[in-house]
Nanobody, 123 residues
Framework: VQLQASGGGVVQAGGSLRLSCSAS????????MGWFRQAPGKEREFVAA????????YYADSVKGRFTISRDNAKNTVYLQMNSLKPEDTAVYYC?????????????????WGQGTLVTVSS
């Protein structure tokens, strides 16, 4: 599975962005998908995850109520809608695909990673 993240950019605090992650291959619907982010000088952290069917969704406490993860298996794409953005959301955002639901919140639960897209939130 090859993943391509897009949709990053510069936005003012309080604004919104929607990230997309397109996947190659016919087995996209078999994978749980996750979004992680890495801010400058910090470790990569979990943001959100969605099960293969879309029936289960998980969020980091820091984004709960502001971010929404969704997927369209017909389009082989997962989305991250980000609202009410804050300067502390500034990071490179990575999408990932994995087949271990029990590890959906862990980086080691994912086998494939996209290249990342930069989100910058100005104050």
């Amino acid at each position: 599975v090859q993943l391509q993240a897009s949709g990053g950019g510069v936005v003012q605090a309080g604004g919104s962005l929607r990230l997309s992650c397109s996947a190659s291959g016919r087995t996209f619907s078999s994978y749980g998908m996750g979004w992680f982010r890495q801010a400058p000088g910090k470790e990569r952290e979990f943001v959100a995850a969605i099960s293969w069917s879309g029936g289960s969704k998980y969020y980091a406490d820091s984004v709960k109520g502001r971010f929404t993860i969704s997927r369209d298996n017909a389009k082989n794409t997962v989305y991250l809608q980000m609202n009410s953005l804050k300067p502390e959301d500034t990071a490179v955002y990575y999408c990932a695909a994995g087949t271990t639901p029990a590890l959906a919140l862990r980086q080691r639960g994912y086998d494939y990673w996209g290249q990342g897209t930069l989100v910058t939130v100005s104050s």
